[in-house]
C-alpha cells in the first residue's frame, strides 16, 4: 500500500513541475494547484496508514490516530483554494490587460 501512495505522491508531483514549466496560465495554475494536492497527500501520509482506529483518546485503546496531519491537512487545503482563487484573479486580469495568457506577458506572434 504504501509503495502504491508514494508512487502518486511522485507522480503527481512529476506532473505537477511539468505544467508549471508550461508558457500559459492555466497549466501554471493547474500545475500549482497539483502540486498543492500532492504536498496535502504527504502531510496526510506522515500520520502513517492506519485503519480502524480512533481519532480520540480514550482509555480502553491502546493505539490511535494522530489528528495532527488531519489538522494540517485541512489548513492547507483552505490556504491552497485561497491562493488558486486569488491565481485565478489574477490571471483573468492579465489576460484583459495583455490579451495574451503568457506568463512573460508576450504574444505568441505580435502583429507586423
Excluded at 14 to 32: D, N, Q, S
Amino acid at each position: 500500500m504504501e509503495w502504491l501512495v508514494s508512487a502518486c505522491f511522485g507522480v503527481m508531483i512529476a506532473c505537477g513541475v511539468y505544467l508549471v514549466l508550461r508558457a500559459r496560465t492555466f497549466p501554471v495554475i493547474l500545475g500549482l494547484t497539483l502540486m498543492g494536492y500532492a504536498v496535502n497527500l504527504f502531510l496526510f501520509l506522515t500520520g502513517r496508514l492506519h485503519t480502524n482506529l480512533p481519532d480520540i483518546i480514550s482509555p480502553n485503546q491502546t493505539r490511535y490516530a494522530d489528528p495532527l496531519p488531519q489538522a494540517l491537512v485541512l489548513t492547507a487545503i483552505v490556504i491552497g483554494f485561497a491562493m488558486i482563487a486569488f491565481l485565478v484573479v489574477l490571471s483573468l486580469r492579465a489576460l484583459g490587460e495583455l490579451d495574451t495568457d503568457h506568463v512573460d506577458g508576450q504574444q505568441e506572434n505580435p502583429p507586423a
